[in-house]
């Protein structure tokens, strides 16, 4: 139990970092757009080489793993269906909603969560290789169309994953994970200490954010946001309940493993791609930061349940 809340608690810490930072002026105005182009362009893809690089990618056929992408998938288009028939968003901020509920915290929450409940942090591998395979570049794809880009063709917006930094990232760490290819300590070193920076960059860049801004659940997406975390929190552990034990038939501890993927929350990436396209900031940075909030009674309930 100590594991899970010092895990919540570093985060928490470098995240109050970066808002007082902002609150002291020790950092210029604008200077979360920079670290998040940082992260952006630089620390993420590096974090997602190393990930990947060490990836099991036969984890991708488990039926723990067919739990965790349907629970995601059907956050997403839960979340695009409600959001488009309920409320005023569209395009853009739409699509980081989506996003929002489906996109988790796996790498610095999900790894550790995963390896105190259950033992090894397997679980995490495939909605790993889900948000980096086919929800970053598809989701890059559909919000370079939706963010105005006039005149632009049907085969640069085809292109559009292959001229992102983070995809190609993800597609160069799956091939040395598939061709089990052993990187040179030399090269590694500059890529782990990028990695290393990716984490703690996104979260003052959260942080700095904060400064001045609403609390959350206070400014006027009020509903899509409270949506996007009730979803997240609670409706992504029941889908994968339901699909888990009814489905694929688990039952017992090997519900834990994707019981406790679903409930992580959402993931900073978010914010730093609404950053990055200028949309739907507000809504992201409160539901990032309340799921972060109300997952961990979630999880620590799924553990003294399950585990």
Known sequence: MGEVLAGFAGLAVVAALGYLLARWGALPDGADAVLSRLSFYAATPALMIRTLSDADVSEVFSASAAVTVGTAVLLAVVYAVLGRLLTALRGADLTLGALTVSYVNAGNLGIPLLVFAVGDAADIAPILLLQLLVMVPVGFTILDAQTGRTGVS?????????????????????????????????????????????????????????????????????????????????????????????????????????????????????????????????MVRDAVLLTTIVCIPVILALVAVLG
Do not use: K
């Open 154 to 282: 049907r085969t640069q917006v085809l292109t559009t994953p292959l001229r992102n930094p983070l995809v190609l990232a993800v597609a160069l760490g799956l091939l040395l994970a598939l061709l089990e290819v052993e990187i040179p300590r030399l090269v590694m070193m500059p890529v782990d200490l990028l990695a290393d920076m990716a984490v703690p960059v996104m979260l003052v860049a959260f942080g700095f954010s904060l400064r001045g801004a609403p609390l959350p659940g206070r400014s006027h997406v009020r509903g899509p946001m409270w949506a996007a975390v009730a979803l997240r929190c609670f409706g992504g552990p029941a889908i994968a309940y339901v699909l888990a034990s009814q489905v694929f038939g688990l039952t017992g501890e090997a519900l834990l493993g994707p019981l406790i993927v679903a409930s992580l929350p959402s993931a900073q990436n978010v914010f730093v791609y609404a950053m990055r396209y200028g949309r739907a900031v507000p």
